[in-house]
């Protein structure tokens, strides 16, 4: 245990930031498995909902710094492919 009172509130800082950022991380996952879910039961319509929605939980992760604008946008890359493959 830290000892120096900048220490100590360093690390009530990283504690609220991982929760947060672990808060992001399980909203993107759910938004993602939505679509595939919905895109594996061949309901094109809610997919395309879902894809718009999980494409902007993922690009608000980005903009946070919870996940690398590059990783963000290769998974939109990704999901979009799957998206356009099932058209």
């Known amino acids: 245990m830290a000892n120096i009172k900048s220490a ?4 009530k800082v990283i504690e609220v ?3 947060r950022n ?3 991380k399980s909203a993107v996952k759910t938004a ?3 679509f595939e879910e919905a895109l594996t039961a061949g309901n094109l319509e809610e997919a395309k ?8 939980k993922i690009m608000q992760a980005a903009a946070k710094g919870t996940i690398h604008k ?5 998974k939109v890359a990704k999901l ?8």
């Open 80 to 87: 979009a492919s799957k998206l356009n493959k099932a058209m």
């Open 49 to 56: 909902a879902k894809f718009r929605f999980a494409e902007k």
């Open 8 to 11: 100590k509130k360093r690390i």
């Open 22 to 24: 672990r808060r992001i």
């Open 17 to 19: 930031k991982t929760a």
């Open 70 to 74: 590059n990783a963000a946008s290769r």
């Open 32 to 34: 993602i498995r939505r």
